[in-house]
C-alpha cells in the first residue's frame, strides 16, 4: 500500500487539560480533579492522525523557542511527522487552556503564540504542497497563510481539505480553493452561506456519526460504539484519518474516519488520543 503524501499547513499547541467534575459559572472557583500537559493544537493533532493512519506526513507551522516549542517538534517527530519545515520563532510557542468535564464534554481557549507568526509560506513550503496528495489546513494560523497554501494547491491538482475550525468569516479566493470542507454541526450552521459552493461537504455529527454530501451522491456513516472518556480531538482524529483514506479509498473513507474519532474518545489526551491505521482496521472489522 503506497503512504498517501499529506502536508499539513496549521496550528501546534501545548495542551493545557484541567479535569472537573462540572463546568464552573462566571465568577465560582472549583477544585479541579487532576491536570496534565499534552501536545496538541489542530494542525498537530491532524497531522499525527494522519501520520497514525498511515499517511506520509509534513508538517509546515511554527513553535517558539522554549521548552514547550522543544517538546511539541520531538511529538510530531516521534509520532512518524516530518517536521523539516516546523519553524522555530523567537518568543512563546502555542497553547491551549482545555477544561473536560465528567461526561467526556470540553471547552477550549487557545492563545496563538508561534503559531500567528505562520503569515507566508516559502518556496521549499510550496513546493511540499505542490508534491503532495492532500494538502490539510485548519483556522488555527493567519487566514492569509491558509489562502495561499490552499491556491498553491489547487493549481497544481494537490486535494484541499480545509476543516475551518475555529470558525469565522472565509475570502472567496479560499473557498473557491477548497475541494472538501469539514465541519461539525455548529461551524455547519455557522458556514452555511458557503457550504453548497465546494464540492465535497462532510459534516461530522459526533456520536451520530458523519455525513457526506457530494455533488452527485449523499452518504452517512454509524460512530462505532464505543465507551468515551475525553472527546478532546475527536475531530482532529476524523479529519486526519479521512485525509488519508480519500486517498486510498474514498468509498470508505467516511467509515474510516468515523471509527477513527469514535477511538480516539477511549484515551485521554489530543495527540495521543489518535488510533493506528490497525486499530481503526480492527474496530471495523468488529462493528461489520
Known sequence: MSEPRIVVVG????????S????????????????ATSAGGKGSNQAIAAAKAGGDVIFIGAVGDDGFGRELRQTLNAAGVDT????????????????????AENNIIVVAGANGSVTELTDIDLDAIANADVLLCQLEIPIAAVTAAAQHARSNDTTVILNPSPAQGLPNK????VDILIVNQTEADQL???????????????????????RDCAVHADSPKVTPVDTTGAGDAFTGAFAVEWILDRTRA?????AAGSLATTVHGAAASSP?????EALLESSA
Open 84 to 103: 523539516t519545515l516546523l519553524r522555530t520563532v523567537n518568543g512563546p510557542s502555542g497553547v491551549a487552556a482545555i477544561t473536560v468535564d465528567a461526561h
Open 174 to 177: 479560499l473557498i473557491d480553493a
Open 254 to 258: 467516511l467509515h474510516f474516519a468515523c
Open 276 to 280: 493506528t491505521r490497525n486499530a481503526i
Open 20 to 35: 472537573v467534575y462540572r463546568f464552573p459559572v462566571p465568577g465560582e472557583t472549583l477544585l479541579g480533579t487532576s491536570f
Open 11 to 18: 496550528s501546534v499547541n501545548m495542551d493545557l487539560t484541567t
Open 192 to 214: 452555511s452561506s458557503i457550504t453548497d459552493r465546494v464540492e465535497h461537504l462532510v459534516t461530522t455529527l459526533g456520536a451520530g456519526g458523519a455525513d457526506l454530501r457530494s
